[in-house]
Structure formats: structure tokens, C-alpha cells
């Protein structure tokens, strides 16, 4: 029986491309939900009111608690990459088939072929130009849609869909 999916891509990891990832995990994951929610509405709030009333000194001095917490989060996300240089430098080959997935590491510290049933997967989202496809909560792959070497991006959403199916969120 001839397969009906074949599809290849092969990319290199670069900085804005792990930020990126880093910050769609943290916004989609359920362990930050409860702390978006603070930080997006109760946190402002709150600095706004304390800034109206008489303890202003506060309301300053927690709204730059904040915002520092933020710059704190983009910092940290650069000095991660810049420990884990050497594998992110590697190159990734993402081969899609009928029944898995396929993603071979090769670098000059390490090389790693990790075969993923369909099944394995535990959630992947699409956005404007990259497939992020998660093996766990925080754990994923990294594929830029410009990356295809045999087949396209609507070839690899329509497997996903396919396979995937609830687990598969198109999110542009």
C-alpha cells in the first residue's frame, strides 16, 4: 500500500525562533493560566486603584515589581539559549508519515532520532508561520513553515487534522 503522507521539512533553531516557542508555551499552557490571569487584569487593576488612592508609593512600586517580573521572564528565556547554544545550532529533519513522526538531531555535541506515534502527540498548534508540535506540556518541536523540503504546510495541517484531531489548533 502506498503511503499517503510524505512529508519533510529540515530547519535550524535560532533565538527569536526559541523565544517565540518559549512565549506560545507559557501563554498556552495550563500551568500559567492562573498567573496570566493576574498579571493581565486583577495585577493592573489594582496598581491603577492603589495610584488613585492615597498609596501611590505602593501602587509604584508593585506596578514595577511587574514589570520588571516581565523583562526578568525575556532575560531568562536568553540566557536558557545561550546555555543550550550547541543544541539549538543543530540541524532537525521533521520526516511525517502515515502511522509517525520522525525528528533527527545532528550536531557536533550530540545527534538523536526520536520515532513519535501520532498518538504520542500531546497537542500541536499552527500559527502564521510556525507548526509547534508538543511531545508534553513544555516539551515540543519547533517546525517554520518555510522550512519544507518535500510537501507544503497545507499538506502537514490536513495529517494533522487527520491524526490529531481536538488536539490540533490553528491559531492565525
Known amino acids: 500500500?502506498?503511503?499517503?503522507?510524505?512529508?519533510?521539512?529540515?530547519?535550524?533553531?535560532?533565538?527569536?525562533?526559541?523565544r517565540?516557542?518559549?512565549?506560545?508555551t507559557q501563554f498556552h499552557s495550563k500551568y500559567y493560566?492562573?498567573?496570566?490571569?493576574?498579571?493581565?487584569?486583577?495585577?493592573?487593576?489594582?496598581?491603577?486603584?492603589l495610584l488613585?488612592?492615597?498609596?501611590?508609593p505602593f501602587g509604584a512600586g508593585l506596578t514595577m515589581f511587574f514589570a520588571l517580573t516581565f523583562w526578568f521572564a525575556h532575560r531568562k528565556t536568553n540566557q536558557a539559549f545561550e546555555h543550550t547554544r550547541t543544541i539549538f545550532e543543530?540541524?532537525?529533519?521533521?520526516?511525517?508519515?502515515?502511522?509517525k513522526l520522525i525528528a533527527r538531531s545532528?550536531?557536533?555535541?550530540?545527534?538523536d532520532t526520536q520515532e513519535i506515534l501520532y498518538d504520542g502527540l500531546y497537542k500541536a498548534f499552527e500559527t502564521a508561520d510556525m507548526f509547534?508540535?508538543?511531545?508534553?506540556?513544555?516539551?515540543?518541536?519547533i517546525l517554520p513553515k518555510a522550512s519544507f523540503t518535500q510537501g507544503t504546510a497545507d499538506d502537514l495541517r490536513?495529517?494533522?487534522?487527520?491524526?490529531?484531531n481536538k488536539r490540533f489548533v490553528v491559531c492565525w
Open 33 to 49: 493560566r492562573i498567573y496570566r490571569a493576574l498579571a493581565a487584569f486583577l495585577i493592573p487593576l489594582l496598581c491603577v486603584v
Open 106 to 111: 545532528e550536531g557536533a555535541v550530540s545527534s
Open 132 to 141: 509547534y508540535l508538543y511531545i508534553g506540556p513544555l516539551q515540543g518541536y
Open 1 to 18: 500500500m502506498e503511503a499517503r503522507w510524505a512529508i519533510r521539512a529540515e530547519t535550524r533553531i535560532t533565538l527569536p525562533m526559541f
Open 90 to 99: 543543530s540541524g532537525y529533519t521533521y520526516e511525517f508519515s502515515d502511522e
Open 158 to 164: 490536513a495529517l494533522l487534522r487527520e491524526k490529531l
Open 52 to 56: 488613585i488612592t492615597r498609596f501611590m
Open 20 to 24: 517565540a516557542f518559549n512565549w506560545f
